[in-house]
């Protein structure tokens, strides 16, 4: 069976290379490098050991995946023609180094054995050269595959493979999406290679602007306990609500129910409404963060009690919003929304199937929320009658049936006569707005602004006149009417 041997060179010279390894390296049949580009490199050269590395690779190819595979599949190669190779890679084969993975996932496959040998991991060097333990929190990550959601900011970060100043700018600007641009952070270059380490402290901002970074260059990002950035994490916000509802919390927090505090998720959504009507992203941002406080109080609450968790909440979600679009997840079709919508009907009903929930028998008005304004629940009521033909044929219909209801209001005979012939002309004008494709709830919305916006200008006119409205008449609080109109 073919085999390819994987083995470290270390972070520093070769004086700081164990006598296995060395020893592996001069009797290796064939070595092949990663890289000629390391310490260890030049020493082995002078001493008349041969070798063949893969920097040709890297200029022919424009992302390091590219090389990665290109480098895996002529090792397969070689093994299968040589019967035996050793790959030779900077620091420790199993620390940041992307080439074993693939040869461990991918080389049995082909009948070739993959031994991982070892060799001396760049982070010794680095924990010397920035002195602090790893042991307090620490984490390791690819420049090469940075994001914003992989930082924590509570922990030690090294971001390695920061292999020239692009990629330098691009770690900068991905910590910049966590941290303040004056945050400090340390560049550090040729860890544990003496003469040549340099441990270079900078604001974030500046990171980029350090020319010459090169393929043995590192990123320590230290932890923080600035509010700045910590409250920028969900962490943060998850555990103030547990300190609030804590016995050395808030005495108000401490006694709500999900019933006591029912009417103010009620507010603070219509809060949230408010701000978009008023395309006011400011306060939206603020009232979305007041409405979220209220989803994170109920979870708090839900789990001091021992029901479920905020984390139960979002695996919830989560599982839903991938179950319910798989046509984007999945192997379903969905070309319009006509049929995205169809699709999640089809799931919500295979969804009650599977809980055991009898869908035969339920009544197709199921599943409004009751507390919907009535407007809005005349016209959910409306469209799912609608999906099963329950509907007018045309709008001419929808018109005549609010004539006729608007004729029945005049004939009623008593308030409530009036009150139940009222409610049906507001459930026709509900039909008709989904007839038409107007949203009711919005359409209606648009109407008391606008009609507030103009009131509010009748007030304002007549106080520049040192008048008020319950001292103005008719006609002229009209003619201001049309004058606000206008404007």
């Known amino acids: ?88 890679v900077p620091g420790h084969p199993m620390v940041a180094e992307q080439t074993t993975q693939l040869l461990l996932q991918g080389a049995p496959e082909h009948g070739v054995e993959v031994e991982v040998v070892g060799g001396q991991s760049f982070l010794d060097a680095v924990f010397s050269a920035l002195q602090f333990d790893p042991v307090e929190g620490f984490v390791l990550l690819d420049a090469l595959m940075l994001e914003a959601k992989n930082v924590n900011p509570h922990v030690h970060t090294l971001i390695t493979q920061v292999y020239d100043d692009l990629t330098a700018s691009e770690v900068k600007l991905t910590l910049m999406e966590v941290f303040p641009d004056e945050y400090p952070v340390t560049l550090v270059l040729s860890a544990g290679i003496k003469g040549e380490e340099q441990i270079l402290r900078m604001p974030l901002y500046e990171l980029d602007r350090i020319k010459g970074t090169h393929n043995l260059a590192a990123v320590y990002v230290p932890p923080t306990k600035e509010e700045k950035t910590l409250n920028r994490r969900f962490s943060t916000l998850r555990e103030i609500i547990a300190i609030l509802r804590s016995p050395e919390g808030c005495p108000w927090d401490r006694e709500q129910t999900h019933q006591s505090i029912r009417k103010h998720l009620i507010e603070e ?19 979305m963060g007041d409405l979220l406080m209220q989803v994170m109080l109920h979870s708090q609450i839900a789990e001091d009690e ?66 919907l304004p009535a407007l809005m629940t005349a016209f959910a009521i409306s469209k799912k009658a609608s999906k099963v033909g329950f509907d ?29 012939e009222l409610g049906d002309l507001l459930f026709a004008v509900a039909n008709l707005a989904r007839f038409i494709k107007v949203d009711p709830e919005e359409a209606l919305a648009l109407t008391n602004r606008k009609f507030k916006s103009r009131f509010q200008y009748i007030e304002q006119r007549l106080k520049e006149r040192n008048k008020s409205v319950e001292d103005s008449s008719l006609d002229e609080m009209e003619a201001l009417w049309q004058e606000a109109k206008k404007n």
């Open 1 to 88: 069976m073919s085999k390819i041997s994987i083995i470290g060179l270390g972070a520093g010279d070769i004086n700081q290379m164990s006598l296995g390894v060395y020893e592996r390296i001069t009797q290796a049949k064939a070595l092949f490098l990663r890289t000629a580009k390391h310490p260890v490199v030049q020493e082995l050269s002078h001493r008349g050991i041969p070798f063949q590395s893969f920097d040709a690779y890297y200029e022919q190819s424009d992302q390091f995946s590219d090389v990665y595979s290109l480098i895996y599949k002529e090792l397969i190669a070689q093994a299968k023609e040589k019967g035996e190779v050793l790959f030779a």
């Open 269 to 287: 959504t219509y809060e949230v409404l408010e701000t978009i009507d008023d395309d006011d992203p400011e306060a939206m941002c603020e009232e």
């Open 306 to 371: 021992g029901d479920f968790t905020i984390e139960d909440v979002i695996e919830v979600l989560n599982e839903k919003l991938i179950r319910r679009h798989p046509h984007v997840f999945g192997e379903r079709e969905a070309d319009t929304s006509e049929q995205v919508v169809k699709n999640w009907d089809q799931i919500k009903a295979e969804e009650k199937k599977a809980k055991g929930l009898e869908t035969v028998k339920a009544s197709l008005l199921d599943g409004i929320p009751r507390d």
């Open 392 to 420: 007018w044929e045309r709008v001419e219909d929808v018109y005549a049936k609010i004539e006729e209801e608007l004729e029945e209001i005049k004939q009623a005979k008593n308030d409530e006569e009036i009150k139940a």
